[in-house]
């Protein structure tokens, strides 16, 4: 069996869904488990609606009501008929979005969030299954959030691997096709929780992990993994081959094309990933298993954006050491801050952040208390895996570097702006 997934970008609308129909007869439609995220910008839509909300501003009714007609106009241009049924399920969908919010009693941000931004998912699965059957291919909807369970960190949540296994036997018809939300899974109480922005990659993982998949493919808006961000860098070239350590290695540095935590489970039972174009599914794309790193070898070329560089001595004269660190860790953790990078000196300790959850300025209170601090916010981090001096040099040019680091195989530098 199989397991698809297709990203916001490749459903964003009517002609993304149909694609959907083009990719799928050039694969197969049988023995086939297709993942699917929310269309387009929704969950970013829905995360303003949230925010609205919790600021007791109405403006939140109409954020939904845009993101509705956003969705009617995709339906538009899939079915002809106005009376077809999906229309009313997904104007129940966002009626349900409405209700949960009226109901709601908690002031808990995260779990808010969940419950609410997780019906991207949930709106885009149900247009797609849809769809599929109105044009003959017979498909299972299932609801993910019966079939992964997590721990409560709400937005961040932690899989129960166990449970999650047991279900996905149990629930999924291996020979069949069937359609499910990325990113989203349920806590011991069937709230909603999510598994981290961009984690729909992370749910085929899990899938292709619990179902002993043969292949997991990813469907992009790019011709697969190439060395680096096309956003970002001219020229960047098509890597056909990369080694499972390698694409851990190359996500976890910020290669923002695979979510980090989708590959050591394919890895584990030595499932193939294929990272594919939804626009030229014929084409070969990237391949993710074992073997040799990369192929072709060459520099990649990865930058975070956003990151906070931030920089602690102690208050009297002495030393950051190991028991300070292991405390500065543990705020880390607690604030859900993930560190980039570290640098220790004699007196001072330096650490690149990422901030996902937007908790710094809080840590920054509670770091202020015990050490000195200095920082700069809106930093960018650039890797270079694999560097040669030619690639360092050009990438230096004109940037004002503010800490520097390499090792073996792999060159990092944080800079401003
Ligand atoms: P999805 O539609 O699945 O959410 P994403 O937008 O998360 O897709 O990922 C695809 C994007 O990742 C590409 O459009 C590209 O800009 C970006 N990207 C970053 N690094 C790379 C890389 N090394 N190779 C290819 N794409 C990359
Ligand atoms: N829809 C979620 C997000 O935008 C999950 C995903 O796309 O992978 O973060
Ligand atoms: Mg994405």
Redesign the pocket.
Same mark, same amino acid.
Not at 5 to 29: C, M, P, Q, Y
Not at 84 to 97: A, C, E, Q, W
Not at 136 to 146: I, P, Q, S, T, V
Not at 387 to 415: G, N, P, W
């Given at each position: 069996m199989r397991v698809f997934k297709f990203?916001?970008?490749?459903v964003k609308d009517a002609n993304g869904v149909k694609n959907v129909i083009n990719v799928l007869r050039e694969t197969g439609f049988s023995d086939l488990l297709i993942i699917v995220?929310a269309m387009g910008k929704t969950t970013n839509a829905l995360e303003k609606v949230v925010e609205s909300y919790l600021r007791n501003n109405t403006e939140y009714k109409n954020l939904i009501k845009n993101l509705q007609q956003y969705h009617i106009l995709i339906l538009e241009g899939l079915f002809d008929n106005k009376q077809h049924p999906t229309f009313s399920k997904i104007n129940n969908l966002f009626k349900d979005i409405e209700t949960t919010l009226f109901r709601n009693k908690s002031t808990q941000y995260d779990f808010i969030y969940d419950q609410i931004v997780s019906y991207g998912e949930l709106i885009a699965t149900t247009i797609v299954s849809e769809y599929l059957s109105d044009q003959g291919y017979k498909n299972e909807w299932l609801d993910a959030r019966d079939l992964i369970k997590t721990d409560i960190v709400y937005r961040d949540a932690q899989v129960d691997w166990k449970n999650t296994q047991q279900n996905i036997i149990e629930k999924v018809n291996k020979n069949t096709l069937s359609v499910t939300q990325g990113f989203i899974g349920s806590d011991q109480n069937n709230f909603t929780t999510t598994l981290g922005r961009?984690g729909s990659d992370y749910t085929a993982g899990i899938f292709a992990y619990c179902l002993g998949a043969d292949s997991v493919s990813?469907w992009?808006? &790019?011709p697969g &993994?190439?060395n #680096?961000?096309?956003?970002v860098f001219e020229d960047t070239k098509l890597l056909s081959h990369v080694s499972y350590e390698e694409a851990i290695e190359l996500a976890f540095f910020g #290669?923002? &094309?695979i979510h980090p935590k989708t590959i050591q489970p394919l890895q584990r039972k030595q499932i193939p990933l294929y990272v594919k174009s939804f626009l030229n599914p014929s084409s070969e794309g990237t391949s993710v298993k074992k073997g040799q790193p990369l192929d072709p070898y060459m520099p990649c070329y990865i930058v975070k954006k956003n990151q906070i560089l931030l920089s602690l001595s102690s208050l009297d004269f002495s030393f950051i050491v190991e028991d300070n660190i292991s405390e500065i860790f543990s705020l880390f953790h607690d604030y859900h801050i993930k560190v980039d990078l570290i640098q220790n000196s004699a007196i001072s300790f330096s650490v690149c952040l990422d901030d996902k959850f937007d908790h710094f300025d809080e840590l920054l209170q509670k770091l202020k208390s015990k050490f000195k601090v200095t920082y700069n916010k809106n930093v960018s981090l650039f890797t270079v895996r694999h560097f040669t001096s030619d690639a360092i040099a050009s990438l230096e040019k004109h940037k004002d570097i503010l800490l520097k680091q390499i090792t073996r195989e792999t060159y990092q530098m944080v800079v401003k702006g």
């Amino acid at each position: 069996m199989r397991v698809f997934k297709f990203g916001g970008a490749s459903v964003k609308d009517a002609n993304g869904v149909k694609n959907v129909i083009n990719v799928l007869r050039e694969t197969g439609f049988s023995d086939l488990l297709i993942i699917v995220s929310a269309m387009g910008k929704t969950t970013n839509a829905l995360e303003k609606v949230v925010e609205s909300y919790l600021r007791n501003n109405t403006e939140y009714k109409n954020l939904i009501k845009n993101l509705q007609q956003y969705h009617i106009l995709i339906l538009e241009g899939l079915f002809d008929n106005k009376q077809h049924p999906t229309f009313s399920k997904i104007n129940n969908l966002f009626k349900d979005i409405e209700t949960t919010l009226f109901r709601n009693k908690s002031t808990q941000y995260d779990f808010i969030y969940d419950q609410i931004v997780s019906y991207g998912e949930l709106i885009a699965t149900t247009i797609v299954s849809e769809y599929l059957s109105d044009q003959g291919y017979k498909n299972e909807w299932l609801d993910a959030r019966d079939l992964i369970k997590t721990d409560i960190v709400y937005r961040d949540a932690q899989v129960d691997w166990k449970n999650t296994q047991q279900n996905i036997i149990e629930k999924v018809n291996k020979n069949t096709l069937s359609v499910t939300q990325g990113f989203i899974g349920s806590d011991q109480n069937n709230f909603t929780t999510t598994l981290g922005r961009e984690g729909s990659d992370y749910t085929a993982g899990i899938f292709a992990y619990c179902l002993g998949a043969d292949s997991v493919s990813i469907w992009k808006d &790019v011709p697969g &993994v190439l060395n #680096a961000d096309p956003r970002v860098f001219e020229d960047t070239k098509l890597l056909s081959h990369v080694s499972y350590e390698e694409a851990i290695e190359l996500a976890f540095f910020g #290669a923002s &094309v695979i979510h980090p935590k989708t590959i050591q489970p394919l890895q584990r039972k030595q499932i193939p990933l294929y990272v594919k174009s939804f626009l030229n599914p014929s084409s070969e794309g990237t391949s993710v298993k074992k073997g040799q790193p990369l192929d072709p070898y060459m520099p990649c070329y990865i930058v975070k954006k956003n990151q906070i560089l931030l920089s602690l001595s102690s208050l009297d004269f002495s030393f950051i050491v190991e028991d300070n660190i292991s405390e500065i860790f543990s705020l880390f953790h607690d604030y859900h801050i993930k560190v980039d990078l570290i640098q220790n000196s004699a007196i001072s300790f330096s650490v690149c952040l990422d901030d996902k959850f937007d908790h710094f300025d809080e840590l920054l209170q509670k770091l202020k208390s015990k050490f000195k601090v200095t920082y700069n916010k809106n930093v960018s981090l650039f890797t270079v895996r694999h560097f040669t001096s030619d690639a360092i040099a050009s990438l230096e040019k004109h940037k004002d570097i503010l800490l520097k680091q390499i090792t073996r195989e792999t060159y990092q530098m944080v800079v401003k702006g």
